[in-house]
């Protein structure tokens, strides 16, 4: 089992640059949502999603872009990237039931220099 | 806004041990909570997740308790080893509040032989 997938890994980018993080579950969860982690803060709601279609905003959205076009993927996209950007990101999936809570994928470690 | 805290932030026990982590949360209206764990570097992985109508769940040496009345969930852990080094997390999704889940900052916990 996949569970939920996220690429890149790692990733080094410059003030300014744009990028994409990848996350792709096939659990066929309707909801899907992005977090980052920074150290004493714990992970904060970025976007989350309730179905293909259909986007909100969490705690922290500002700086970031986000669609559902398909059950499976929930991209992250940053728009311009800032040193403030430099975190952790975690996609994490579960099914609109409930039952069996939330699978985190394993992580983005993104610097912007 | 919700809070989440977690007591203490940090442990150090030796190997044995029975310990019990604390997780405390401000909002009554509570879905699902979650514990998680994570080890340096990595993601997070489910152990026990409690629904709004249980009070507990086990999973081998692993007993989490929920009390929605004072805000309080317990994890228990039973004789520990030092495999179970990690930091553990608490989350709760707020009832009405689908794809969101609120985190503490975690409890660092290191088992020493």
């Known amino acids: 089992n996949a569970g939920v997938t996220q690429t890149p890994k790692f990733q080094v980018l410059k003030t300014g640059q744009s990028m994409t993080l990848q996350c792709a579950q096939d659990?066929?969860?309707?909801?899907m949502s992005w977090y980052r982690q920074d150290p004493g803060m714990g992970l904060r709601l970025i976007h989350y999603?309730?179905?293909?279609?259909?986007?909100d905003q969490g705690e922290v959205p500002n700086g970031y872009n986000v669609s559902r076009s398909t059950t499976e993927d929930f991209p992250l996209r940053l728009l311009s990237a800032a040193p403030s950007q430099t975190s952790v990101y975690f996609c994490a999936s579960s099914s609109s039931a409930g039952g069996d809570g939330y699978t985190f994928g394993s992580g983005t470690r993104l610097t912007v220099v | 806004k919700q809070e989440v805290t977690q007591i203490p932030a940090a442990l150090s026990v030796p190997e044995g041990e029975n310990l019990v982590l604390n997780c405390s949360f401000t909002d009554s209206a509570i879905y699902n909570l979650q514990w998680f764990r994570q080890d340096p570097g990595k993601g997070l992985t489910s152990l026990l997740l409690?629904?709004?109508?249980?009070r507990e769940q086990t999973s081998g040496r692993l007993n989490a308790s929920l009390d929605k009345s004072s805000g309080r969930s317990t994890l228990y852990i039973a004789a520990s080893q030092p495999g179970d080094s990690a930091t553990y997390l608490c989350?709760?999704?707020?009832?009405?509040?689908?794809?969101?889940?609120?985190f503490g900052t975690g409890t660092r916990l290191q088992v020493t032989l």
């Open positions: 999603s309730v179905g293909a279609g259909i986007t």
């Open positions: 409690i629904q709004s109508s249980q």
């Open positions: 659990m066929n969860h309707e909801y």
């Open positions: 989350a709760y999704e707020p009832t009405g509040t689908a794809s969101k889940l609120t």
